[in-house]
């Protein structure tokens, strides 16, 4: 696990304030779109037991509470589109709404990965990122 994708998960648990967490994300000296774009999505997929269409009443909750304008693009996307295409689309964003696309994506694994750990999770498991001090 990379120093970003630690502190993806110390947000997605907690044990980083969200906003301090998205700044020191997005903030970082080797911020790569591309590469966060596709390691959130990789941890939300895998944090979602629906595995068809990856949508659960946990997701929708998430896409409801980002803490972002809902009128921003990425959030209209998340909410007009499933979620597979709806994050193909964000993977193609245009430059100026990237960042916000990450924060949409930070708050989404941090409600879907709590429901994992509440519930799948709950008796101790094997993932790596979810047993960090
Ligand atoms: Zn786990």
């Not at 993806?8 to 980083?16: C, V």
């Not at 997005?26 to 390691?39: M, P, Q, R, V």
């Not at 979620?83 to 696309?101: C, G, Y």
Request: aromatic share 10%; proline share 2%; glycine share 4%.
């Amino acid at each position: 696990m990379d120093k970003i994708e630690l502190i993806i998960n110390e947000i997605a648990q907690n044990k980083i304030e969200f906003n301090e967490g998205c700044q020191t994300v997005l903030n970082d000296k080797g911020f790569n779109f591309e590469t966060i774009f596709s390691c959130l999505r990789n941890y939300i997929f895998n944090s979602i037991p629906e595995k068809t269409n990856y949508n659960t009443q946990t997701y929708q909750n998430a896409i409801k509470t980002i803490p972002l304008k809902s009128t921003f693009t990425p959030i209209v996307i998340l909410k007009s589109f499933d979620t597979k295409i709806a994050f193909n689309k964000l993977e193609k964003i245009i430059e100026n709404e990237r960042e916000k696309t990450i924060i949409a994506l930070l708050w989404i694994l941090k409600q879907t990965d709590t429901e994992r750990r509440n519930t799948e999770c709950k008796n101790g498991c094997g993932h790596d990122w979810h047993n960090i001090e």
